[in-house]
DNA sequence: AACACGGGGTC
DNA sequence: GACCCAGTGTT
């Protein structure tokens, strides 16, 4: 028993030792790494959920940049912080991530939390970004789990367990927590993301030249493509959405905010109607609380279309022109279309106004 | 434990 | 079309 015990830890020294060479070696010059402020950290972790560094970098540079602080966040309009985000996806993300700023200027008078519980405490940050911040900012032992570090230890160990299950997940972070090196927990954690991303990646790793080769457990039992095995399958649902584009004599349209539980919450749309029927030619007074205008439908678009993960998206948008000069009401407001670019929209409805040239 | 939440990229 | 990406919050 002891002498196993002993064996297991030299070759978990031995990976944890190759993972922080082959980082020294490998590693991507990251604007992220280039700082220990917690602030641009957190936004950067924040940012990267479910999102690549390709994607994410651009949005990283502007975020700060039109943020500069956390101060300057917390007193931001939530709108503005959406706007930021447009196009990004997850949108809980901006709208948590504000709301976290607010809590860290209110219970930590400022000052981002330096332990991991008050930092886990924080809206929009769990055990990953916990475990990411904690160890960049203040070097809390704590390892990552990520995509990358799932499929890592998956496969290093040869875990054939869904790796999307609780139970699959609390096991491999244990054993990813024996291998995080204690001396320098950011470094590791660096290290076996970064690993993760480029050489063993989901597709095509480069096994031939890895150098967890022989601590390989999927290596050795030829099973590397088959890991990680996730159990989900996921199902869509079709809708389709029917856009009213109610533009005034003052070139001013009809939006309203999306809220509830539903996606986009707190970006903008203009009023809905959502139906799977086809082809029934709609009026104006099928969409939803504009009973009192007047107006003429002057073109209906194609059908614009986008793929949720869990949604397949149909949008049509109905263009009619108003008599006289629009109101705001019930939730609706006016916008000019000089307006338009100053609102977070969701990607089709995005499309559509760069086809016709507003926005 | 299962599910929803976006958009871009790859094969 | 299926799956992945520096995951989290809700039910």
């Given at each position: 028993?002891q002498?196993?015990?002993?064996?297991?830890?030299?070759?978990?020294?031995?990976?944890?030792?190759?993972?922080?060479?082959?980082?020294?070696?490998?590693?991507?010059?990251?604007?992220?790494?280039?700082?220990?402020?917690?602030?641009?950290?957190?936004?950067?972790e924040?940012?990267?959920?479910?999102?690549?560094?390709?994607?994410?970098?651009?949005?990283?540079?502007r975020?700060?940049?039109?943020?500069?602080?956390?101060?300057?966040?917390?007193?931001?309009?939530?709108?503005?912080?959406?706007?930021?985000?447009?196009?990004?996806?997850?949108?809980?993300?901006?709208?948590?991530?504000?709301?976290?700023?607010?809590?860290?200027m209110?219970?930590?008078?400022?000052q981002?939390?330096?332990?991991?519980?008050?930092?886990?405490?924080?809206?929009?940050?769990?055990?990953?970004?916990?475990?990411?911040i904690?160890?960049?900012?203040?070097?809390?032992?704590?390892?990552?789990?990520?995509?990358?570090?799932?499929?890592?230890?998956?496969?290093?160990y040869?875990?054939?367990?869904?790796?999307?299950?609780?139970?699959t997940?609390?096991?491999i972070?244990?054993?990813?927590?024996?291998?995080l090196?204690?001396?320098?927990?950011?470094?590791?954690?660096?290290?076996?993301?970064?690993f993760?991303?480029?050489?063993?990646?989901?597709?095509?790793?480069?096994?031939?030249?890895?150098p967890?080769?022989?601590?390989?457990?999927a290596?050795?039992?030829k099973?590397?493509?088959?890991?990680?095995?996730?159990?989900?399958?996921?199902?869509?649902?079709?809708?389709?959405?029917?856009?009213?584009?109610?533009?005034?004599?003052?070139?001013?349209?009809?939006?309203?905010?999306?809220?509830?539980?539903?996606?986009?919450q707190?970006?903008?749309?203009?009023?809905?109607?959502?139906?799977?029927?086809?082809?029934?030619?709609l009026?104006?007074?099928?969409?939803?609380?504009?009973e009192?205008?007047?107006?003429?439908?002057?073109?209906?678009?194609?059908?614009?279309?986008?793929t949720?993960?869990?949604?397949?998206?149909?949008?049509?948008?109905y263009?009619?022109?108003?008599?006289?000069?629009?109101?705001r009401?019930n939730?609706?407001?006016?916008?000019s279309?000089?307006?338009?670019?100053?609102?977070?929209?969701?990607?089709?409805?995005?499309?559509?106004?760069?086809?016709r040239?507003?926005?």
């Open positions: 028993m002498k196993k015990h002993k064996n297991i830890s030299k070759a978990t020294e031995q990976v944890s030792s190759v993972l922080i060479q082959w980082y020294r070696k490998n590693a991507r010059d990251l604007p992220w790494r280039h700082t220990r402020d917690p602030y641009p950290i957190w936004i950067s924040v940012i990267l959920q479910q999102t690549t560094v390709a994607q994410g970098e651009a949005y990283y540079h975020f700060l940049k039109k943020f500069p602080t956390l101060a300057a966040l917390a007193s931001a309009e939530q709108d503005a912080v959406l706007k930021l985000w447009e196009g990004l996806g997850y949108y809980s993300r901006a709208r948590n991530l504000h709301a976290a700023a607010q809590d860290v209110n219970r930590f008078d400022g981002f939390p330096d332990t991991y519980e008050n930092i886990i405490s924080l809206k929009g940050i769990g055990p990953y970004a916990a475990a990411a904690g160890s960049f900012v203040y070097g809390i032992p704590r390892v990552v789990v990520d995509g990358n570090v799932l499929r890592v230890i998956s496969r290093l040869g875990i054939e367990e869904a790796v999307d299950l609780p139970a997940k609390k096991q972070t244990l054993l990813a927590q024996t291998l090196d204690t001396q320098d927990p950011a470094e590791f954690n660096q290290a076996i993301m970064e993760g991303a480029i050489n063993c990646t989901y597709k095509k790793p480069s096994c031939a030249t890895c967890l080769r022989q601590f390989c457990t290596h050795a039992k099973i590397v493509d088959q890991l990680p095995l996730k159990s989900k399958k996921i199902k869509k649902t079709t809708r389709r959405f029917h856009f009213l584009i109610l533009e005034d004599p003052n070139n001013c349209f009809l939006v309203d905010q999306r809220t509830g539980k539903d996606v986009w707190g970006l903008f749309q203009f009023p809905l109607l959502e139906s799977n029927k086809l082809d029934h030619e009026s104006l007074h099928d969409f939803p609380h504009i009192p205008i007047k107006g003429k439908l002057v073109g209906v678009s194609e059908l614009y279309k986008q949720l993960t869990h949604q397949y998206i149909q949008a049509c948008f263009h009619f022109r108003a008599e006289a000069s629009l109101k009401h939730s609706y407001k006016v916008i279309k000089s307006e338009i670019k100053d609102y977070a929209w969701p990607k089709i409805i995005v499309n559509y106004l760069k086809d040239e507003l926005l």
